[in-house]
Structures are given as C-alpha cells and as structure tokens.
C-alpha cells in the first residue's frame, strides 16, 4: 500500500488542523494506520493510531485530550484531527500503515511497513 499524508500548513495558536492520509491498494481497511510526528531537533514520536477491523483508537499523552483519529475506509482515508494547537505541537507529520498489528505494537515505528512522505504543521504563537 501507498500513503499520501496532507493537510499540513500554518496555523495559529489555539487552531485546529485536519489532516488525511489516503491510501492506495487494495484492502487499506485491514491495516493499522498511525500518525507520527518529528518536532525540529528531536526524534520521531508516536501520535495516534487507528486499528483495522472495529478501528479502536490510540493517542499519545501529549495529543490525547486534543485529537481525534478515524477512518473512512470507502475512501481508504485516515484523519487526524487536532485542536487547540500550540506551537510545541510544530512538527513534520507523517502517517504510517502496517498489518498484522499486534496491540502492543501500535506506537513502535519499527513495526510499521508502509510510510507517507511527510506534512508539516507549524503553529504559530
């Protein structure tokens, strides 16, 4: 599978952003997608991801009560919503996709096959 990651740009402090990562092939429903993040001048993080099958959800600490991950799987499309943005939240971000995830594996990048080019968010104060 192929992911495009959009949705990035600038926004200011206490926006809201939307981003989509679309997915071309086949069956994109059986996959686990994941959203990272690289903050300039630290390594990158996990930030949220969304199962295959019932599409149970997971967050990040730092994104959880901020954020809302979901799918369209008609439009073999990820979202990830986020709000009240800060400019701690500036980042590259970029989606992820794997199959046969265990749950425990969700938020290790190692595990996932498939990755986007990245789409950068900047927040500004």
């Known amino acids: 599978v192929q992911l495009q990651a959009s949705g990035g740009g600038l926004v200011q402090a206490g926006g809201s952003r939307r981003l989509s990562c679309v997915g071309s092939?086949?069956?994109?429903?059986?996959?686990?997608v994941a959203w990272f993040r690289q903050i300039p001048g630290k390594e990158r993080e996990f930030t949220a991801a969304i199962s295959h099958g019932i599409g149970k959800t997971y967050y990040s600490d730092a994104v959880k009560e901020r954020s809302i991950i979901f799918r369209d799987n008609n439009k073999n499309t990820v979202y990830l919503q986020m709000d009240s943005l800060q400019p701690e939240d500036t980042a590259v971000y970029y989606c992820a996709g794997a199959s046969f995830l265990e749950e425990r594996s969700v938020s290790t990048e190692r595990y996932y096959n498939y990755w986007g080019k990245g789409t950068l968010v900047t927040v500004s104060s």
């Open positions: 092939g086949r069956a994109f429903n059986a996959y686990t």
